[in-house]
């Protein structure tokens, strides 16, 4: 079992910037973000493979948002910069374990509001 604890969401206005963190409890195959805004469905935003770093990404945020890998410190960042109000939701963190091939584990989700 792998517990994600989640971190870094809050209030900015648009064209800031905000960075997430998701902290794993242990090893994981691959990590990513997803989000979910009100009455919306919950959609892919960026994903990362540990081993080989490789990264994924939405086309809505690719050139805004990056993904990196902490291997020290098992945690994946997601930043998020040029943020406009469509980016609005509550971002979860997932993983895929080592024996699996779909998100297995979801963190808490953390609020992301960009203001006009």
């Known amino acids: 079992q792998v517990q994600l604890v989640e971190s870094g969401g809050g209030l900015v206005q648009a064209g800031g910037s905000l960075r997430l963190s998701c902290a794993a409890s242990?090893?994981?195959?691959?990590m990513g973000w997803f989000r979910q805004a009100p009455g919306k469905e919950r959609q892919f935003v960026a994903a990362?493979?540990?081993?080989?770093?490789?990264?994924e990404y939405a086309g809505s945020v690719k050139g805004r948002f990056t993904i990196s890998r902490d291997y020290v410190k098992n945690t994946v960042y997601l930043q998020m910069n040029s943020l406009k109000p469509e980016d609005t939701a509550v971002y979860y963190c997932?993983?895929?374990?080592?024996?699996?091939?779909?998100?297995?584990?979801w963190g808490q989700g953390t609020q992301v509001t960009v203001s006009s």
């Open positions: 242990g090893r994981t195959f691959a």
């Open positions: 997932a993983a895929i374990s080592v024996v699996s091939t779909t998100y297995d584990y």
């Open positions: 990362i493979r540990w081993s080989s770093g490789t990264t």
